[in-house]
């Protein structure tokens, strides 16, 4: 099951000191990383913000990456990082992995893509069955064309329209799902019956308001948006363990009882499993949690480092696009460089014996951060889930959107500058986690560890 810290005696952390330490860490950030900073102030000549995506602009500066090997990267100014950001979760088969390098080098020799399907197609597919339990699959090119693709098969399968999502999860940037992600406070209703608001400009008010939105471990109110919107609800969309808002673990009987709710009301089970699959557990949170949903949309870590997304589901449920009801397409699903990296990944790569490592290093970080936690008097406590975990920077656990706000935002980037300016890279933003690989070591954990021990320790001089 998850580790989580116990709660400790907290001491609030001082925001002056914070604020204080930020300046210097900033100024420390950006005189190590001059080149990124050029090819930053080139690119917004020619690419809004400067960046491909848009959260990669994030402060100070973005870090323009040279090359990666094993659980390292290294940036164009020339400073070496453990990695512990990992792509978002693509990583954990680490940088320039061999097994990776040898297949994907073998089959663009012999060719790199046809819009025909390779023999990869069903092997990985079973692969995807075994571990998952569902039976059918197609295959994608990321998270967003997964969710959307579950979205379209689960309103097809129903013959209903509405959708009903949690509160601050984000499932890619496709129109039905961008609502509710991170709403301001003066904008996000009630806390038993969120409103649904659009993440960006651009999205037609028709479409979110088809996305009925309800707090995470919230059964009640999920009983309550099925009672507002009979014979309405095609699907309910969730992540099994929420990771937009730094990791949100399900209560106990939670994911059970949205399953329970669902098909009383004739609606089907949707987990966003893109970045909980095949991280926290060989079949993701689906096997961990024990909790089988109807579709399930992955992405991310079951690549290899290569752009590619799946979608699975129950026999009947996939018949729709057996049948011709539904439409999923893409002239570069099943790729074969894609393929070729995930089946060595899922054969090969994530074995028994890397999901021992990821736990082994798990408590490395669990035991060192929370001793340091502790020692400190840190209103902050630590989740780890396998390859994934993090900091949350509040003593109480979060439980859902609106407690995430209390988390103390400032110190979350006074720690993100901290491991950055002391060799390990890691996400933007107090809502992200860290991803292990299984080229990670001890001694690789331990520099987390020491870094926020360094930080602990100016924060209370």
Not at 86 to 100: D, K, Q
Not at 212 to 230: M, S, Y
Request: hydrophobic share 40%.
């Amino acid at each position: 099951m998850p580790v989580m810290a116990h709660k400790v005696a907290a001491v609030e952390v001082d925001g002056a000191r914070v604020q204080s330490l930020i300046a210097r860490e900033e100024d420390r950030f950006r005189a190590a990383r001059r080149r990124s900073d050029e090819l930053w102030r080139k690119a917004r000549n020619f690419s809004p913000r400067g960046v491909p995506s848009s959260f990669q602009d994030a402060s100070p500066q973005p870090i323009f990456v040279e090359y990666g090997r094993g659980s390292r990267v290294w940036d164009v100014d020339g400073n070496e990082y453990v990695d512990f950001h990992n792509g978002f979760g693509v990583m954990v088969v680490g940088h320039a992995h061999p097994l990776i390098v040898d297949a994907v080098s073998k089959r663009i020799a012999r060719g790199s893509h046809f819009a025909q399907p390779v023999a990869e197609v069903a092997i990985v597919a079973e692969e995807l069955s075994k571990r998952f339990g569902l039976p059918q699959w197609r295959f994608t090119n990321s998270g967003t064309e997964s969710t959307l693709d579950a979205v379209r098969i689960a309103r097809g399968f129903t013959g209903r329209e509405r959708l009903v999502k949690i509160e601050a999860s984000y499932h890619g940037h496709h129109d039905a799902l961008m609502v509710s992600v991170e709403p301001p406070p003066d904008r996000m209703g009630p806390a038993d019956e969120p409103a649904s608001y659009p993440q960006s400009e651009g999205i037609p008010k028709a479409v979110v308001e088809l996305t009925t939105v309800v707090p995470f471990n919230d059964l009640p109110a999920l009983e309550r948006a099925f009672k507002k919107h009979p014979d309405d609800i095609a699907a309910v969309i969730v992540e099994p363990a929420m990771m937009n808002v730094g990791i949100v673990l399900p209560d106990a009987g939670y994911l059970a009882g949205i399953k329970e709710l669902a098909h009383r009301n004739g609606a089907l089970l949707i987990f966003d499993e893109v970045k909980t699959g095949v991280t926290i557990a060989p079949g993701g949170a689906t096997g961990r949690f024990g909790v089988q949903p109807d579709l399930i949309a992955l992405a991310k870590a079951i690549g290899g480092g290569l752009p590619c997304g799946a979608v699975g589901g129950r026999q009947d449920v996939m018949a729709v696009i057996e049948d011709k009801r539904v439409s999923q397409m893409g002239t570069f699903n099943g790729n074969p460089l894609t393929l070729a990296a995930a089946k060595v990944t899922l054969q090969d790569i994530l074995t028994p014996k890397a999901y021992a490592h990821f736990d082994a290093l798990a408590e490395v970080l669990q035991g060192g951060l929370d001793s340091v936690i502790v020692e400190s008097s840190l209103p902050f406590h630590v989740t780890t889930l396998a390859a994934r975990g993090g900091i949350t920077y509040r003593a109480e656990r979060v439980r859902n959107y609106r407690d995430y706000l209390t988390v103390d935002k400032p110190a979350a980037y006074l720690s993100w500058l901290y491991q950055c300016n002391r060799g390990v890279l890691m996400a933007p933003g107090a809502e992200e986690n860290w991803t292990l690989s299984v080229q990670h070591s001890q001694e690789d954990v331990q520099r987390y560890v020491d870094n926020f021990a360094e930080m602990a320790r100016d924060l209370r001089a």
